[in-house]
């Protein structure tokens, strides 16, 4: 994990951090349970710092087995003493589709709930290879469908509903998106994308000569998408739902925000797609961090441009709350 001379300073310190939790990178291709088992633990040493409020209630929520169709369990945290329905903020982890927990999620579903008193969400979708698409995403479907489902059991406002995930979350969020849009048994106020793992052809090096990106190699990148595509993967018959960035017509989503940085393995597939919401009219922020690598906001959460970065995240959210309840 060579740190470039180009990362923001302020996010230096949280690369040593990380490469002291988890070595040179996780090599999910050649030992993905070590991979796991080092994920898991740098996830919990990231959270230890979050304290849950009195204020706030902490629990998880399972949507039943049906059928064929396992149990799905959300983390879910909301304001105690909330009175009126609440927003709904459904989150999806990271993790490259092959590795991540609910609990990853905390910091953006504790923020959610503690300064927009929203019902906020986690959802633990399985994980590939073990469960490939549409797996991974039929529990997201599932879960957000249950709590729409019981909206008044939960005191959930159904009109008022964001979705959002980070990395591969995000791409399962953008695919989340383009299903509840076609499906249309109920629709979305927002979606929150963060540095999405879009495209299944971002696989191959650009060049010889160009290094490989921080945090998440393209190494990795071609294992995640081969996991959670199976036989698919390399084909032509991808579907938009699994690879968002097949997808031609993105009109009628709901207004997205979408950061990325400019050391991220995603940057193009990202720019790709902030540029395809925008011609197909979908009210769109999109924003290039400079010197920041995969995870920044995560990893680093108290440097200045991590920083930033989560209060655009809920500044947009809470614009379209607002809007919402006018």
């Known amino acids: 994990m060579a740190v470039s001379k180009y990362v923001d300073p302020d996010l230096i310190p949280g690369l040593e951090r990380l490469k002291a939790l988890v070595g040179d990178g996780l090599d999910v291709a050649n030992d993905l349970e070590t991979s796991r088992v080092n994920s898991n633990a740098r996830d919990e040493t990231l959270i230890e710092a979050l304290q849950i409020p009195d204020t706030i209630s902490q629990e998880t929520l399972v949507c039943p087995a049906q059928e064929d169709q396992p149990s799905v369990d959300m983390r879910v945290m909301y304001p105690r003493e909330a009175t009126a329905p609440m927003p709904l903020f459904y989150w999806m982890h990271g993790g490259g589709y092959v590795l991540g927990t609910a609990k990853q999620g905390d910091l953006f579903t504790l923020t959610a709930a503690q300064q927009l008193g929203c019902f906020a969400a986690s959802v633990d979708y399985r994980l590939a290879p073990e469960a490939a698409y549409p797996e991974p995403l039929d529990d997201c479907y599932r879960g957000l469908k249950y709590l729409l489902d019981h909206a008044d059991d939960f005191n959930i406002d159904p009109t ?167």
């Open 160 to 326: 008022r509903v964001i979705i959002g995930g980070v990395s591969a979350g995000g791409g399962l969020a953008a695919g989340l998106g383009l299903l509840v849009r076609d499906r249309a048994e109920f629709s979305l106020l927002g979606q929150v994308l963060l540095y999405p793992m879009l495209d299944d052809r971002n696989v191959e090096p650009a060049s010889e000569t160009l290094s490989d990106t921080l945090v998440w190699s393209r190494k990795a990148n071609r294992f995640g998408w081969q996991s959670y595509l199976g036989e698919a993967f390399g084909s032509q018959d991808v579907p938009i739902y699994a690879a968002p960035a097949r997808a031609e017509d993105l009109s009628g989503l709901p207004p997205t925000y979408m950061p990325v940085g400019d050391l991220d393995l995603f940057l193009q597939e990202d720019i790709a797609y902030a540029q395809k919401l925008t011609q197909a009219g979908v009210p769109s922020h999109f924003h290039i961090y400079p010197g920041a690598f995969h995870g920044f906001n995560g990893f680093v959460a108290g440097a200045p441009v991590s920083q930033h970065c989560n209060q655009e995240i809920f500044t947009f959210v809470g614009k379209l709350l607002a809007e919402a309840a006018r």
